[in-house]
């Protein structure tokens, strides 16, 4: 199965090389902020607070500066994807609530159906041909008229 891409405006979102690309140029992108825009493209549209986003990255029980490493993370998202919070283009806030990817997105496929292979319905029309029946009619062949 092809790995996961998901485009929005000159982005790409590789989740199996974990990378942001901008018109095929990789973008510096830290760890922790790369998972959370993962994170917040998996739920585009939707309001993502700030408890889930702790939780997605953290879990529960971490003794950490949640809110600082979100506030951190999320200013560095907005950097790689040159957003303003004033006036954003992917990455809205909901303040006191937290964040919605509004980007419109595309999931890309690398390569749908490998070369070589055939796809299900062409595998049975070659069967039923193979077998001297029509695929266009698989009733099968026209019955001839009875004698009566």
């Keep these: 199965m ?11 979102l590789d989740y199996g090389r974990f990378q942001l690309s ?3 140029c990789p973008l510096k992108l830290e760890g922790l902020p790369l998972q959370l825009l993962m994170f917040l493209v998996e739920n585009q549209g939707q309001l993502v607070t700030r408890e889930q986003i702790a939780d997605a990255l953290w879990g529960k029980d971490v003794f950490v500066d949640v809110e600082q490493g ?6 560095k998202i907005r950097m790689a994807l040159d957003d303003n919070s ?4 992917c990455l809205q ?8 990817f509004i980007a419109l997105i595309r ?12 796809t299900a319905e062409e595998l049975g029309r070659a069967i039923m041909t193979a077998a001297g029946l029509d695929p266009e009619n ?8 009875t004698k009566s």
Excluded: H, M
């Design 2 to 12: 092809p790995e996961k891409k998901v485009s929005f405006e000159d982005f790409v």
């Design 22 to 24: 901008r018109g095929g």
């Design 70 to 75: 979100i506030n951190t993370a999320i200013r």
């Design 86 to 89: 004033g006036q954003p283009r």
């Design 93 to 100: 806030t909901v303040v006191g609530r937290g964040y919605r």
């Design 107 to 118: 999931i890309e496929d690398e390569d749908p159906v490998p070369a070589g292979l055939v």
């Design 138 to 145: 698989p009733v099968g062949p026209p019955k001839s008229p």
